[in-house]
C-alpha cells in the first residue's frame, strides 16, 4: 500500500536533517507520496522527485508578538496540508516542537492522522535537563502513535530522564550506500598538499561544544610525533576560533586542515585512514557511519550511541570521554599497521551492510507507518 507521509524535519545541515531528507528520498523510490513541511527546502533534496513535495512554513512578525509564532505557523501548515494532500501520517524529527505541533495538528485534522516521532537526541540529552521543558517533551513523546529513537542509548536516556509512559523502539539511522563509498580522488590529496607519506586523520562535526574538537586538536597532536600525519577538520560552529587558537598554540598550523563546511563528504572520507570523533554527547553520530561506508575505521568516546556504531576493536576502537592520550595511542595503533587497518576498514564495510543497511532500516520504517494505518 502506497502512502502519503509528511516529514517535519530541521532542514539546516544535520545529521537529523539528513536522515529525514535521505529517508523522504528512499521512500519516494519506493513509490510514497512525501511531503516535506520546513521552514526552508531540507539542504539534501538537491534535484526533482516526482512524488516528493516541498511545503514552507513561513512564519509573519505581528508587533502584538514579542516572538515570531513559528510553532503556531508550522502546527497550522501541517493541518492545511494534511487536510489538502489527505496524509496518511505524519513522520516528524525531534519531539519538541515538531511532535508537539503535530499533535496540535492532529487535533485540527482528526484521529486518522497518524504520528510517528523520531528522537535524535538533542530534545531529550539536552533540553530534556531544562525543567521548563521537560513536560512539553514528554507530552509530544506521550501523545505521539509509535515514538522510534536512533539509538538503545537515547531509548535508555529517555526513559531515565522523562520517565515517559510510551514504549520506544529503536530503529538506528542509514547512509545512501550509492553515494557513500570509496571514490578514486586520490588526486585530492596532491591538491591538499598532502604527501603520499602522510597519514589523514578526519573529524566532521558541527563545531559544537559537546563535540570536544579541541581534544581532536591534542590527541592529533600526540600522533603528528610519532608518524606523519595531516588532520582534515571539516565543519564550521561556535567552537572555531577555541580550536584555530589551539592548532597555533601547539604549533600545527602547517599540519592542520581546516575545510569549513563541505558536501560530497565521501571524497574526503576516500583520501582518510582514521575517523575521529571524541564527543561528550552523541545519540548516534551519523558522521562515523558515513565514515564507515567509505571503508575508514573510525576511534571514537565511550558514550551515548557511539559504542552501538563502532565496534571495539573490530570496526575501530573507543576511548574514554577526554583521554586523549588513550585516543592518540589507539588511532597511532590503527595508522602504524596496515593489516589491521585493512582488516577495520572490512569490518567496518560489512558493518555498514548488516546492521545499518539503508534498505533494513527504510523497512522498518515502513513496517511501523503500516502497522499504525491498517492497526495491526
Ligand atoms: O549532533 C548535532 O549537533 C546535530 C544533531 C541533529 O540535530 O542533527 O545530531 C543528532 O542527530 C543525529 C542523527 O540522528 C545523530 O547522529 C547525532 O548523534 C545527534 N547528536 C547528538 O546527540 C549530540
Redesign the pocket.
Known amino acids: 500500500m502506497k502512502l502519503k507521509i509528511g516529514i517535519v524535519c530541521?532542514p539546516t545541515v544535520?545529521?537529523?536533517?539528513v536522515?529525514a531528507t535521505e529517508l523522504g528520498k528512499l521512500l519516494a523510490e519506493r513509490g510514497h507520496e512525501i511531503h516535506f513541511i520546513s521552514s526552508s527546502m531540507p539542504f539534501r533534496l538537491n534535484k526533482v522527485y516526482s512524488n516528493i513535495y516541498y511545503h514552507e512554513v513561513s512564519v509573519n512578525q505581528y508587533s502584538v508578538f514579542q516572538y515570531p509564532p513559528y510553532d503556531l505557523a508550522l502546527s497550522s501548515k501541517i493541518a492545511e496540508v494534511a487536510k489538502r494532500e489527505k496524509l496518511d501520517l505524519l513522520h516528524v524529527h525531534y519531539a519538541v516542537p515538531h511532535a508537539v505541533c503535530a499533535v496540535l495538528a492532529k487535533q485540527m485534522v482528526g484521529e486518522h492522522l497518524k504520528i510517528v516521532t523520531t528522537l535524535?537526541?538533542?530534545d531529550i540529552?539536552v533540553l530534556g535537563y531544562d525543567p521548563s521543558l521537560s513536560e512539553i517533551i514528554k507530552f509530544g513523546i506521550e501523545q505521539s502513535d509509535v515514538v522510534t529513537a536512533?539509538s538503545n542509548a537515547l531509548v535508555q536516556q529517555t526513559y531515565e530522564l522523562l520517565e515517559v509512559n510510551k514504549e520506544i523502539e529503536t530503529v538506528y539511522?542509514f547512509v545512501d550506500e550509492r553515494v557513500y563509498h570509496k571514490k578514486d580522488v586520490q588526486y585530492l590529496k596532491e591538491q591538499y598538499g598532502i604527501r603520499p607519506e602522510e597519514k589523514v586523520v578526519i573529524h566532521v562535526s558541527?563545531f559544537?561544544h559537546?563535540k570536544r574538537v579541541p581534544d581532536i586538536v591534542k590527541a592529533f597532536h600526540l600522533i603528528q610525533k610519532e608518524i606523519q600525519a595531516k588532520l582534515l577538520l571539516v565543519g564550521d560552529g561556535p567552537e572555531m576560533i577555541v580550536v584555530c587558537r589551539l592548532v597555533k598554540e601547539l604549533g600545527l598550523k602547517d599540519k592542520v586542515l581546516f575545510l569549513g563546511k563541505q558536501e560530497n563528504l565521501e571524497e574526503l572520507y576516500s583520501i582518510s585512514d582514521v575517523k575521529l570523533l571524541l564527543?561528550e554527547?552523541?545519540?548516534?553520530?551519523?558522521v562515523l557511519l558515513e565514515a564507515m561506508a567509505c571503508g575508514v575505521p573510525c576511534v571514537g568516546t565511550k558514550i551515548?550511541?557511539i559504542p552501538e556504531v563502532i565496534e571495539d576493536g573490530k570496526t575501530g576502537y573507543l576511548c574514554e570521554l577526554g583521554a586523549v592520550e588513550e585516543a592518540a595511542e589507539k588511532t597511532l595503533c590503527i595508522l602504524k599497521d596496515s593489516q589491521l587497518h585493512a582488516y577495520m576498514a572490512g569490518e567496518a564495510l560489512k558493518k555498514v551492510y548488516e546492521k545499518f543497511h539503508s534498505e533494513r532500516i527504510v523497512s522498518q520504517y515502513e513496517l511501523i507507518y503500516h502497522r499504525i494505518i491498517e492497526g495491526v
Open positions: 530541521y544535520g545529521g537529523s536533517g536522515v535524535h537526541g538533542t540529552t536512533v539511522n558541527n559544537r559537546v564527543s554527547k552523541e545519540s548516534f553520530g551519523l551515548g550511541g
